[in-house]
């Protein structure tokens, strides 16, 4: 079965640390697509990142990283130098040839303060 | 806006009546897909449609929920006779050919709250 596990409920970092938020992920497929979305206190859904199961290399994206790790199933994701403007729910979420949904961790809720 | 369009963005209905709400995808999009998100939880799938066809509504409760995709016009989904559980985000995606590694492109989502 697919599962997506975000363990970090919550995290307060203060502006400019680094922050790291975690994402581990179960599927059976061999191959598969991970994603992290943010959820602003606006509410909307954006999308960061999509990774397919076959590439393992670490992407950067200005302040953003992500940390692929097949050996761990985990897929976490790092803000460096936060801002306030961070703040937000960050989704992981998986999707498989087994289905026709995304498969969403519960979120972690960051929150960078000034 | 070529985004996804959700409407609307709140809706409150007493319970026993019924909500509608609305999902145009973005253009060029035939796939929508549609996830509740309870409050401080991830989104849970729902039901996933293309053109006047339900392809999975796997994650939609049986009774008093429903949605289509028709030929012209928007995608809804419909709840009836709403009760206090069903309050929730309501979150339409949409993606070009609804293959399994495209990012599935969200709505602004519809607030529902019942009385």
């Known amino acids: 079965a697919q599962k997506v596990t975000q363990a970090q409920t919550e995290i307060s970092v203060v502006e400019k640390e680094d922050v790291t938020l975690d994402c581990v992920y179960e599927?059976?497929?061999?191959?598969?697509?991970l994603f992290w979305y943010k959820q602003p206190p606006s509410g909307e859904l954006v999308f960061l990142i999509r990774?397919?199961?076959?590439?393992?290399q670490n992407e950067i994206s200005g302040r953003y990283s992500w940390n692929f790790q097949k050996s761990t199933s985990s897929f976490n994701f790092t803000i460096t130098a936060s801002q306030v403007v961070d703040s937000a729910v960050y989704f992981c979420?998986?999707?498989?040839?087994?289905?026709?949904?995304?498969?969403f961790g519960t979120g972690t809720s960051l929150t960078v303060i000034p | 806006n070529a985004g996804v369009m959700q409407n609307p963005r709140h809706l409150v209905r007493r319970r026993g009546q019924e909500a509608r709400l609305r999902c145009s995808p973005m253009?060029?999009?035939?796939?929508v897909y549609w996830y509740r998100q309870l409050p401080e939880e991830g989104l849970k799938f729902m039901v996933y449609?293309?053109?006047?066809?339900?392809?999975?509504e796997s994650g939609m409760p049986k009774e008093r929920f429903s949605a289509e995709f028709p030929k012209e016009g928007p995608s809804i989904l419909r709840i009836q006779q709403v009760v206090r559980g069903d309050s929730a985000a309501y979150f339409c995606?949409?993606?070009?050919?609804?293959?399994?590694?495209?990012?599935?492109?969200f709505g602004d989502g519809t607030r529902l709250s019942i009385l």
């Open positions: 995606a949409s993606s070009p050919t609804g293959e399994e590694d495209q990012p599935q492109h």
């Open positions: 449609l293309q053109k006047e066809n339900i392809i999975d």
């Open positions: 979420a998986l999707s498989d040839r087994t289905g026709n949904q995304f498969y």
């Open positions: 599927t059976r497929d061999t191959t598969y697509y």
């Open positions: 990774r397919n199961s076959f590439d393992e």
């Open positions: 253009k060029g999009h035939s796939h």
